[in-house]
C-alpha cells in the first residue's frame, strides 16, 4: 500500500524517510544554517523537544507550531543534542518521547479522517501503512509470530505474552488498540537502535553552552524525580545484590554493573557506591573506584551508563523474589519510584532512615 502523506503529516511521523527526504532539501549546508536566526530557532525548539521528553506529565499540542519542515528539523536536532550529551537514560527518555507522540497523532488521526478507514469501519489504513514503512507487517488483526516475537519481549504486561495469544498458520492475533501500541514500540525500537549518533566534537562543542543547561536541568529533574534515598522501596533484584554483597559473596560483573546503576541513578554518589563495595571480600580500593567512576560517567568517557531494565535482568538472571509490585513494572527504577510513592502515602516513618548520598546499610 502506498503511503503518501502530506508534509503536515510528514511533521507528526519526523522519523519516517519521506519526511527526512522532504525536509533535506528546504535547509541550507548545516554549516551555514547554524550560523543564520533560522539555525538558533531550529536548536531552540529541539532543545524544548528534549525537555519535554524528560518531563514526567507530557501532553502534546494537536497542531504544530513551526513549518513541517521545521518540526522535522527539530527533531533531528533533538537526536543531535542527546547524543553530544552521551546519556543513556537521556536517549531512552527522548525515544520514548518521540514513539509517544507519533502514537498520540497516529490514533488523532485515524479518529479524524474516516477515509482511512474502509466500510466494515475497522480497517485502519493509516496504521497499516505507517507499519509497513517502519518494516512491520500487520494486517487488520493478525500479524507474523516473527514480528510479534521482536516487539513485545520488552512488554511486561500479561496479554502480550504469548500464552495468551491465539497463533494460527504463523500468525498471532491482536486487537485494534494494540495494533496502535505495537506500532509504537516499533518506532520507539527503532529510534533507539541508531542512537547516539556520531556527532563531529565541533558541533557538540557548538551546542556546548546549551547541553550544559539541559544536562543541568535534567539532573534538578532527576533529583525531584528520586529525592532522598529510601533503601526500603529498592526492587528485590537489588535488596538480594546488596545482601549478597554484604554477606561476601562476589558478585557477578552484570550483578556489580546493576546495582550501581542503580544506586547512581536514585543519587547515591560515587563514594557512597565505593564504601558499599568495601564490604566485599575482594574488595579492591582503586579497581572499586576505577569501575564505579567508569559507569558513572566519571571516568573520561563521559558516558553514564543506564541501570537494565527487568527484561535484560531476567537474561542475566538477576531478577529474583519478584513481588507483586514486580508484574506491574518493566524497570527497576519504576519499581523504585511506585514503591516509594506507596510509602510516602501511607504516611512518614517513626524513625528518620533516609539517607541522602549515604550506602544502604547492611541488612540485619
Ligand atoms: S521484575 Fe524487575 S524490579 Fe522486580 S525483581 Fe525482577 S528485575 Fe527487579
Known sequence: ME??????????????????????????SLDSLLKDKKGAALIERALERVQESIT??????????????????AYAFARVIVSCVSDRQLIDRLTRYEAERAYYFLV????????????????????????EELGIRITQDRM?????????????EDRFHLVNRKLEGGLVTIRKDERYELVRERIRLLLRRDLPHKVPAALCEQLSPRVA???????????????????????????VLITALTAGTNL?????????????????DVNGIAELYARSPDFDPE???????????????????????CAAMRTTGLCV?????????????????????????????????KKEGKPPAPPT
Open 3 to 28: 503511503y503518501s502523506p502530506t508534509a503536515k503529516e510528514l511533521s507528526h511521523f519526523p522519523f519516517l524517510k519521506k519526511a527526512q527526504d522532504h525536509a533535506r532539501g528546504r535547509f541550507t
Open 56 to 73: 514526567p506529565k507530557k501532553t502534546f499540542a494537536p497542531e504544530v507550531t513551526g513549518t513541517p519542515e521545521e518540526e522535522i528539523g
Open 287 to 309: 579497581k572499586t573506584m576505577y569501575q564505579v567512576e567508569h559507569i558513572t560517567g566519571r571516568g573520561g568517557s563521559g558516558t553514564e551508563y543506564t541501570a537494565p531494565a
Open 213 to 239: 543547561q539541559l544536562k543541568k536541568a535534567y539532573q534538578e529533574q532527576m533529583l525531584q524525580q528520586f529525592g532522598a534515598i529510601e533503601e526500603s522501596a529498592f526492587p528485590p533484584c537489588m535488596q
Open 252 to 268: 557477578t560483573h552484570a550483578g556489580r554493573f546493576s546495582l550501581t546503576t542503580f544506586l547512581h541513578t536514585i543519587g547515591l
Open 144 to 156: 507474523p509470530l516473527v514480528d510479534y516475537v521482536e516487539l513485545v519481549a520488552p512488554l511486561h
Open 321 to 353: 523474589h519478584r513481588d507483586p509490585l514486580c508484574e506491574k513494572v518493566a524497570h527497576p527504577l519504576s519499581y523504585y519510584k511506585a514503591k516509594k510513592r506507596d510509602l510516602l502515602k501511607k504516611g512518614p516513618k517513626k524513625t528518620d532512615e
Open 108 to 131: 488523532k488521526e485515524e479518529d479524524w479522517n474516516q477515509n482511512y478507514r474502509q466500510e466494515d469501519g475497522e480497517y485502519s489504513r493509516l496504521c497499516i501503512a505507517l507499519a
